[in-house]
């Protein structure tokens, strides 16, 4: 069973959302990514990049999943996506799920950056999942919901480039 263990209501409000509509068990199944909100179209992201000492021209995100974008509320896009919900069509062997510990770390980290001013994602929220990751021992799982200004990296330009799609790659830029 899910549970919803970090809610940061001050950012959602900043972000345009209720938390009071958040904070119930249909959020907390979001959250863990057992439930897909009203709207929207999960999507994982392909891109290219150096991995291993080699340029590979296909990667892809197998551990996150974009939910969509918000306006905040300074005017500003800002995507939502859930870190660690499961396997996606990038997990290649992996299970796409992760311990507490590292969504814990990310999130502090992100937390930390924030004043700042540099720019990395936030967290919004983490629910721990119910399940167990096994990595070198069995750990509790958990999913973090985090929000940047776009989850577009270098690596998306190159997956274009390396396919000399410059239609694409000029729509992308613009």
């Known amino acids: 069973m899910p549970v919803l263990f970090q809610f940061d209501n001050?950012?959602?409000?900043?972000?345009?959302?209720d938390p009071e509509l958040l904070g119930g068990p249909e959020s907390t199944?979001?959250?863990?990514?057992?439930?897909?909100?009203a709207g929207a179209e999960p999507?994982?992201?392909?891109?290219?990049?150096?991995?291993?000492?080699?340029?590979?021209?296909?990667?892809?995100d197998g551990?996150?999943?974009?939910?969509?974008?918000?306006?905040?509320?300074?005017?500003?896009?800002?995507d939502v996506a859930l870190k660690d919900s499961g396997r996606t069509a990038f997990s290649g062997r992996g299970d796409g799920k992760a311990a507490a510990g590292p969504?814990?770390?990310?999130a502090l980290m992100g937390e930390a950056m924030h004043p700042l001013r540099l720019p990395t994602t936030r967290?919004?929220?983490?629910?721990?999942?119910g399940e167990t990751v096994h990595r070198e021992r069995p750990l509790p799982g958990a999913v973090l919901t985090r929000v940047a200004a776009s989850h577009l990296r270098?690596?998306?330009?190159?997956?274009?480039?390396?396919?000399?799609?410059?239609?694409?790659?000029?729509?992308?830029?613009?």
């Not at 967290?123 to 999942?129: K, V």
């Open 63 to 78: 551990r996150a999943l974009l939910l969509g974008e918000v306006i905040d509320r300074h005017g500003r896009r800002r």
């Open 10 to 17: 001050t950012y959602a409000r900043d972000l345009g959302l």
């Open 29 to 37: 199944a979001i959250f863990a990514g057992n439930r897909v909100p």
């Open 43 to 60: 999507l994982a992201q392909a891109y290219a990049g150096h991995q291993f000492g080699g340029f590979s021209p296909q990667l892809g």
């Open 103 to 106: 969504m814990l770390r990310e």
């Open 123 to 129: 967290a919004l929220a983490m629910a721990a999942t």
């Open 154 to 174: 270098v690596g998306t330009f190159e997956y274009f480039r390396a396919r000399r799609d410059t239609a694409r790659l000029r729509q992308l830029a613009d």
